[in-house]
């Protein structure tokens, strides 16, 4: 039987969770360097996935989820360095320690830099039941990790149970960075770590370039939805096709859906309520085409959908600017840019320039989807706006 989710008993998220994990695997994060996996691998941190707990042991021990060193009989700590799958400016650091009832790490701190050529360092060889050798160390020490800057004082981490797995750490200084290094005194086990934030776009040469104008890795950012019940918006502007359902946004079934459809001449279901999650463009620009994917939602696509854009230029913090667009009265600052159109499952639908009622300059866009279901994916391909 599945638990209720419930936050009445452990720390709210604080807002900058809805943003980009930069250090996630499934963006390109990568460790590059850790003082111990003996347990368990410092490659785990980066899941996408939620930890989970298993039965069972290895050579080394329990079989944990996430990053566990030994327990220490030298002088020292341990600590690994991550590079960012998207460099960018981090808002906020959440280490979580689910699982890790007796063994978790009890402080931890994050330090960061920018750099603008990768570090030289020994090969990982990866996998648990393993320490760095000399030869890592060497390389790890030469560029002076535990000189950056601490971005995350040393903090206090909770035992891995339900109400106090999750610590979130606002960060003294955003960035940008290119790496961070985790910290953990002396030793024991973190399973994630997520380093959320929006990622600095590399600008092309020409302005006629077309980019994807709402991609994270242009510096795209979901500022709103109704619903994320089994996969968050935010999944939709990761560069690459989605892995699974589990990789795209999916909502719950409305339940103000008729007990018996009907469709329009076009074949489109009527239905009185939809989903929608809304997004700031990383550049603003002129959109020439919009790609919807259904990739893996096959008896659980949304039956149409319908994509509006705004253009806020006026000066304003993110704060204000969401208020203006998701708040009430905000209807009138939407317009259409994609028209009703019916979607398939588990299909790229590209809508050309020529379907788009708004060819004007863009900051945001609105996906909405008819009645509900899952989308993997949405690009917004267009030149960004030099001036913007």
């Known amino acids: 039987m599945a638990d209720r989710p419930s936050s009445s008993s452990r720390t709210p998220a604080p807002s900058w969770t809805e943003l980009n994990d930069l250090s996630s695997s499934s963006l390109g994060g990568e460790v590059v360097f850790a003082s111990d996996d003996w347990f368990a691998a410092a490659e785990m941190l980066l899941s996408t996935e939620e930890p989970q707990w298993r039965e069972g042991f290895t050579e080394q021990g329990k079989w944990m989820d996430g990053w566990e060193t030994r327990r220490k009989r030298i002088p020292g700590h341990d600590w690994c360095i991550i590079k960012l799958g998207l460099p960018g400016k981090v808002c906020g650091i959440e280490l ?17 830099i920018w750099l603008d050529e990768p570090p030289v360092l020994e090969p990982r060889q990866g996998g648990a039941g393993k320490a760095a050798s000399k030869a890592q160390f060497a390389a790890a020490n030469k560029i002076g990790s535990d000189k950056w800057k601490t971005i995350v004082e040393m903090s206090a981490l909770g035992a891995g149970y339900k109400d106090t797995c999750k610590t979130y750490l606002v960060v003294k200084d955003q960035g940008p960075f290119t790496h961070i290094r985790l910290n953990i005194f002396p030793d024991g086990g973190v399973a994630r770590l997520r380093a959320y934030g929006v990622a600095v776009p590399s600008l092309p040469d020409s302005e006629y ?3 994807d104008l709402v991609s994270a890795n242009m510096g795209g950012v979901c500022i709103g939805y109704s619903d994320a019940h089994y996969g968050h918006p935010r999944n939709m502007i990761k560069t690459g096709r989605g892995k699974d359902m589990g990789d795209g946004w999916e909502t719950a079934r409305r339940l103000d859906r008729p007990p ?12 009185p309520g939809s989903e929608w999650a809304a997004f700031k463009l990383g550049l603003p620009g002129y959109v020439r085409a919009v790609e919807v994917d259904t990739n893996h939602f096959k008896g659980n696509y949304p039956d149409s959908v319908i994509i509006e854009a705004a253009n806020i230029t006026q000066p304003g913090d993110d704060e204000m600017v969401k208020n203006i667009l998701l708040g009430q009265n905000s209807e009138d600052k939407w317009k259409v840019l994609l028209p009703a159109c019916k979607l398939s499952a588990h299909k790229q639908h590209y809508f050309p320039m020529e379907q788009l009622e708004c060819t004007d300059m863009i900051t945001h866009i609105r996906v909405r989807m008819f009645p509900d279901g ?14 913007g």
Do not use: C, H, M, W
């Not at 890790?100 to 701190?109: E, L, Q, V």
């Not at 018996?260 to 239905?271: F, S, T």
């Not at 899952?374 to 001036?387: M, T």
């Open 374 to 387: 899952g989308i993997s994916r949405v690009g917004v391909l267009g030149r960004y706006n030099k001036e």
């Open 209 to 211: 370039t077309l980019l």
């Open 260 to 271: 018996v459809l009907l469709a329009d001449e076009k074949g489109i279901l009527q239905v």
């Open 96 to 112: 979580d320690t689910s699982f890790f009832t007796g063994n978790y790490a009890p402080r931890a701190s994050v330090q960061a």
